[in-house]
Structures are given as structure tokens and as C-alpha cells.
């Protein structure tokens, strides 16, 4: 049963354009949503999270919105740069004290 | 660099065999996670150990078993292994749990043949 769903499994944008990674879950009693990225050969690195006490939570370019009636949340990063190029992992957590259940990620290329 | 170190970088074995995994953690974090990577699947949730301590367990096989020694680092042990265990398993740890941002290694790669 994946609770995580990330139903793209490969996103293209061009460099400058805004960048929509998607993410549904079906667990209600997630409360906590994690976003990382991971580069090849490497580890997933932290990204951006947020309370579902919160709609919205925004680090400089990448922005996460989340819609709990729909159990749908999004990442946008404005403006995509090649940088980002990088498998991106939704994430969700009964509260922050509990295990992180991971999505299968999105690989998002950006064209410069 | 995260500052998580996993060895060994890429493990080719053969069925039936046992391997282990070994990490170590960001000098000063306590705890220590293990995800497995298949194909097309998401960062599968192992097991955390906190300070030498099993914290919380995932849906990890019986064939698996993991430890963290006193000095922190931590071991996976795959034991009768299976063609559908070849995945990337990653460690990362944290300073205290799971509340907290988890910093990952690079991961070791399995192939089992």
C-alpha cells in the first residue's frame, strides 16, 4: 500500500520556467511532509517541509503548497535553473517523531 | 557531502550469501537510519537505532538484522540473500530522531546474482 504517490515519474522544464512536482498521499493522519532531492551517486538531501498546519511554506525559490482535503501537495521552484536537475522524494510523517514514508520520486530535468 | 559515510560503495554477491553494510554517522548525531532503494520504488523506511539502541523498526525482513556499536556506527547484515534484495540501501542519521532533519550518505549499491 503506497501511502506516498508521486505519479510522475519524470518532469522536463525549460531553465528560467517555473517547475511543478506533485505529490498525493492517502494517509490522514500524515501531519508533516517532507520534500529532498537527490543528485546521482549521491544520498537525498532536505529540502523544504511543512506542518499541515500550514497551506504554504516558501525558501527562496522553491515554494511547497499543501491541500489537505485533496491529501495533495506540490513544490514549485521559480525560476528553475539546471542546478536542480535531481530526483525529487515527497515524504510524509504521522508527527515529527514518527518514521518518514517516502514517495518514488519525480527525476526533473531542467533544459538550459 | 552530507557527512555520513557508507562502505562499502558498490557489493556484488550471490544468492544465498550474507553481506554487511556498514555506516558512520555525522561526528555528534545519535541516531541512525536505513532506507532501501529498489527500482522504481521510494526510500523503503528500514530501521533507526538511537544511541546504540533500536528506536523504530520499518517493514525490514527477517533476513535483515542491523546494530550500532558503541562508537555509533552502525552495521546492516543481509543474510540468504535474494535476487529482489539487490537495491541501494542508504544510511543517514540525525542528531537525536526522527523529528529531525535526516542527513543521508551516499549509499552502498547490491547486486545479487
Known amino acids: 500500500d503506497q501511502q506516498v504517490k508521486q505519479n510522475s515519474p519524470s518532469l522536463s522544464v525549460q531553465e528560467g520556467r517555473i517547475s511543478i512536482l506533485n505529490c498525493d498521499y492517502t494517509?490522514?493522519?500524515?501531519?508533516?511532509f517532507l520534500w529532498y532531492k537527490k543528485y546521482p551517486a549521491e544520498g537525498p538531501t532536505f529540502l523544504i517541509s511543512i506542518s499541515s498546519i500550514k497551506d504554504k511554506n516558501e525558501d527562496g525559490r522553491f515554494t511547497v503548497f499543501l491541500n489537505k482535503s485533496a491529501k495533495h501537495l506540490s513544490l514549485h521552484i521559480v525560476p528553475s535553473q539546471p542546478g536542480d536537475s535531481a530526483v525529487y522524494f515527497c515524504a510524509g510523517q504521522k508527527t515529527s517523531y514518527d518514521k518518514v514514508i517516502f514517495g518514488p520520486g519525480t527525476s526533473l530535468s531542467v533544459i538550459p | 557531502d552530507s557527512g555520513v559515510t557508507q562502505t562499502p560503495k558498490h557489493l556484488i554477491t550471490a544468492t544465498g550469501q550474507r553481506v554487511t553494510l556498514r555506516c558512520s554517522p555525522r561526528?555528534?548525531?545519535?541516531?541512525v537510519y536505513w532506507y532501501q532503494q529498489s527500482l522504481d520504488q521510494g526510500l523503503q523506511f528500514l530501521i533507526q537505532?538511537?544511541?546504540?539502541?533500536?528506536?523504530a523498526k520499518g517493514n525490514i525482513l527477517e533476513r535483515f538484522s542491523a546494530q550500532q556499536f558503541p562508537d555509533l556506527h552502525s552495521e546492516l547484515n543481509l543474510s540468504s540473500l535474494e535476487l529482489g534484495d539487490s537495491a541501494l540501501y542508504f544510511c543517514a542519521s540525525s542528531a537525536m530522531g526522527l523529528q529531525e532533519t535526516q542527513y543521508f550518505g551516499p549509499g552502498t549499491r547490491l547486486l545479487v546474482l
Open positions: 561526528s555528534g548525531d545519535l541516531s
Open positions: 537505532y538511537y544511541n546504540g539502541e533500536e528506536r
Open positions: 494517509n490522514s493522519m500524515f501531519d508533516y
